[in-house]
DNA sequence: GTGGTCTAGACCACC
DNA sequence: GTGGTCTAGACCACG
């Protein structure tokens, strides 16, 4: 269906953790307009954390417009948001970029340091943070 | 000296966002072993945010190893397991990447997909570290 | 549950008082994995003294590994390299140093004193941890 | 003549530490009234640490009337601290400590399990902290 | 003037 | 209710 996962070590809250996951499979086409989301007892049982966390994602997904529940059935994903963007043209740049990173650890950088020059030139196209 | 820069939205404490850029920069060869952060009353004044703060995050910095203070004078750089990659390589690398930015911008996505699709890329390649 | 106590005149930082006496606590055996601490609050209640000030040390004992925090639960001893001495040991080796510091209070020796040749004796062994 | 430690990592201000070690030293007998200390430049050029700090602790020291300063001359241990416990007595003392010292390490004990043991029989016999 | 400690009190994330 | 973050501001240790 959708699997979330957590880095507990980040300082990043729970909850924002779990609605950036569904917002950036929204933006990549991963999540499309109808699908339902795991529900708040799966995710809190899956990951070992407080329904209420859960909840609180879902409440802010929702309003965003990301999402809306449905009483009794679930949380699914909304109709206004689509990609807009080719499915073909995302799997061209995933490839090119794949490669880039196949480059750098080929020229000897870890993932940290290839973490790193992707957030530092993210940074550099706009004034927000991107790969923390 | 060294510029750092707040994003308030993202939801990541203000300390760790500072920790986390001067990680990368040391990653990234901008910071040498025994250069000198901004005193911690700098970065206040800079950011206009508590010096308690800054001071939490060299602190944290410190922990690591990645750092050291000496009181009265400042906070340094560490001499630690330098970068150790060719500067010339991160050009080149970097180089590659805002080339691939700029592909992507042309092909529709906007900022907040381009993020997306290097954070989901980062994921496949290592368990960790995603755009949160 | 466990009892701090603060000696405000030596000029150790409060912080590092608790957190020395849950180190020792642990080197003793009096505190196992999984024992709870008592809370940020409790502590700061009993002992009047500014909850943060609490919550440093214990953030402290988090980095070294002795504890970890869990939110909304409390503050637990960790399971680590226990202390594989044996209580019987400590209680023979105790009774014994209570007998030598009976025999130096006789001997006209002040706690101060006591203290002091303890501090002298420890130094020798190791280069470390006096009285300071 | 006398030598200062420090340690650095213990948190206790430094001059704290100076102060603490001429007194225990005093009480030991180890400085008789009449002995000179190193002089302040000795003392911050042996532990390279600034001039004030060492005038700081001789400051202390004065205001504890357990040294005085001679204008020009130096710093020496007043008259009015004797020791009035019998160096035989502490001689017999040290070398009973010595060996229950000796034997807790038999036992298995750490030095630093052995300074929690010590300081733990410490806090026993008085309502101060001994050894943090 | 530097970093470090502590207090006081607000607010947040999570159980 | 728990711990965590941040602010504001005082005071200390050190150079």
Redesign the pocket.
């Given at each position: 269906m959708f699997a979330f996962r957590l880095d507990a070590r980040s300082?990043v809250?729970?909850?924002?953790?779990l609605v950036s996951q569904v917002r950036q499979a929204i933006l990549l086409g991963y999540l499309q307009p109808g699908d339902q989301l795991p529900t708040v007892r799966q995710v809190a049982a899956e990951l070992t954390?407080?329904p209420?966390?859960v909840a609180?994602a879902y409440r802010e997904l929702e309003r965003e417009g990301l999402a809306a529940a449905r009483s009794g059935q679930g949380t699914f994903i909304q109709a206004t948001t689509a990609s807009s963007v080719d499915p073909a043209t995302y799997a061209r740049l995933r490839h090119a970029l794949r490669r880039w990173v196949h480059d750098a650890h080929a020229a000897g950088l870890d993932h940290e340091r290839v973490a790193a020059v992707m957030a530092s030139v993210l940074d550099e196209t706009a004034g927000r943070e991107g790969v923390a």
């Open positions: 300082g809250p729970t909850f924002l953790q954390i407080n209420n966390t609180k």
